[in-house]
């Protein structure tokens, strides 16, 4: 089972996948935890993550960004995801297609028409469930603003995270069997708990 984990900026995502990771263990499950731009397991997709993560770079052309993402996912695949389905295992990610489709094609303007054209690859490895994250941007943003190290993407203005939630909230409407929205504004136990339970319904 591939289950993948989206959302904006300060949705508590992480955190919610180590507690989902370790409850999944508990009940005898092999997991994988990885995430994405990069890949815990592939030494070339996590370069890729370095150099589109950082923020030193600034104006980095749209396309260039897009391709680079859909680059590190290509080699994320086939180093990490792929074989950890073969074994059966079941695989966590942080983050996979939707982020290059609200973030890509929705938040930078580049359509959903040519980021899924770049994301072919992946296109055949669609997640079994995916978990959306919802959350006014104005509070995730608030809830991040402390950390020492932002990247490129969390130093962008509101008005493009807003896009970025708007992008989200258009691919739920559009892929409804797969994507699940879970309100960004409950505690991160009850958040576990729902998880949990649309995990179950699948597993
Ligand atoms: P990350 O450090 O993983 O932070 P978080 O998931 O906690 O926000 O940052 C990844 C950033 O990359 C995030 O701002 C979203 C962005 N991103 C894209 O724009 N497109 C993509 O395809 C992916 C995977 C991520």
């Not at 289950?3 to 092999?30: N, V």
């Not at 792929?82 to 074994?87: E, G, H, S, Y």
């Not at 996979?96 to 938040?107: E, G």
């Not at 990247?151 to 994507?179: A, M, N, P, T, W």
């Amino acid at each position: 089972m591939f289950i993948t984990f989206e959302g904006g900026e300060g949705t508590g995502k992480s955190t919610l996948i180590e507690i989902i990771k370790q409850r999944l263990i508990d009940k005898g499950y092999e997991i994988v935890l990885t995430r994405e731009p990069g890949g815990k397991g592939s030494k070339f997709a996590e370069n890729i993550r370095d150099l589109v993560l950082d923020p030193k770079y600034k104006n980095v052309n749209a396309h260039t960004e897009a391709l680079l993402y859909a680059a590190s996912r290509a080699q994320h695949l086939d180093e990490v995801i792929l074989p950890a389905l073969k074994q059966k295992k079941i695989v966590l990610c942080d983050r996979y297609l939707d982020s290059s489709l609200a973030y890509q094609a929705f938040a930078r303007d580049l359509g959903l028409d040519y980021v899924l054209n770049i994301n072919r690859y992946a296109l055949d490895k669609l997640p079994n469930l995916t978990f959306y994250i919802d959350l006014d941007p104005k509070v995730g943003l608030g809830r991040i603003k402390d950390r020492s190290k932002n990247d490129r993407l969390d130093q962008e203005k509101l008005s493009f995270h807003e896009k970025v939630r708007k992008g989200y909230l258009e691919l739920v409407d559009k892929y409804q069997s797969r994507i699940v929205v879970i309100d960004g504004n409950k505690s991160i136990s009850e958040i576990a708990v729902e998880m949990i339970e649309e995990i179950n319904k699948r597993l």
